[in-house]
């Protein structure tokens, strides 16, 4: 994928992607990361910078990781992708700085997401949820699976990958997926079963650098 696909127009079609996701109750992490950018608390905490490009840029940032971000990620750390889209807009940086720096903050915006969202709070799922496992649409297992691992090219432990096969079942009984056709829910799936599997077998400074959706399609 190349920087020609992003579109730099002000105007904005809103998308027709609007998949909830249910989050975990999140926690703060024992070493959180960090962003060294000029003034980034103001720009983080200043949620009416150029409101104008929220929508382009919210387009942006889902065509490189694969999927939107909770809101409260949105709200919190897009700001900083808005200053880019206006840079670029004005000509202060060029197309490939900006194509550049936005994947990086969208990797930053990714690990938050990951941890404060709970996708990493355990390695070892409950008895519980290995019973969700075995017995939740059971009817959509082999298929969720499968699918996922088509995605991936491989087959991935279910201790890094439950959370993502319950949730792709689920999108099979509401009939939300399309053969052959990847959705956000598949990137999202897929994210979360290579984060895990990385955060607990390499440690998370690998799991920080797991490649973006967009850079699996380059």
């Known amino acids: 994928m190349g920087n020609a696909n992003f579109d730099l127009a002000e105007t904005n079609t809103p998308t027709q992607l609007n998949i909830k ?25 200043n949620t009416t910078i150029y409101p104008e490009y929220t929508a382009k840029v919210r387009d942006n940032i ?3 990781v694969g999927y939107r971000f909770p809101e409260a990620i949105l709200q ?19 197309v490939d700085d900006y ?11 990714r690990n938050i997401e990951m941890r404060e969202f709970g996708w990493v709070r355990t390695e ?5 949820s290995w019973q969700r496992y075995e017995t ?26 439950l959370e993502a096969e319950l949730l792709m079942r689920q999108l099979y009984l509401l009939d939300r997926f399309h053969e052959g056709k990847i959705t956000e829910i598949d990137a999202f799936g897929m994210t979360v079963t290579q984060f895990r599997e990385l955060y607990f077998t390499q440690g998370e400074k690998e799991a920080d ?10």
């Open 21 to 45: 996701f249910q989050a975990h109750k999140p926690y703060k992490t024992p070493s959180p990361v960090k962003r060294e950018s000029v003034m980034w608390d103001q720009i983080v905490s």
């Open 62 to 64: 889902q065509i490189i």
């Open 76 to 94: 919190k750390y897009e700001s900083y992708a808005r200053v880019l889209f206006a840079n670029v807009r004005q000509g202060l940086i060029t």
């Open 99 to 109: 194509y550049s720096d936005l994947k990086e903050h969208v990797r930053l915006m």
């Open 124 to 128: 070892t799922y409950s008895d519980k």
């Open 136 to 161: 939740e649409n059971t009817a959509f297992k082999h298929k969720a699976r499968q699918r996922l691992c088509n995605f991936l090219n491989y087959e991935p432990d279910p201790k890094f990958s």
């Open 209 to 218: 650098k797991l490649l973006l959706y967009c850079e699996k399609l380059a």
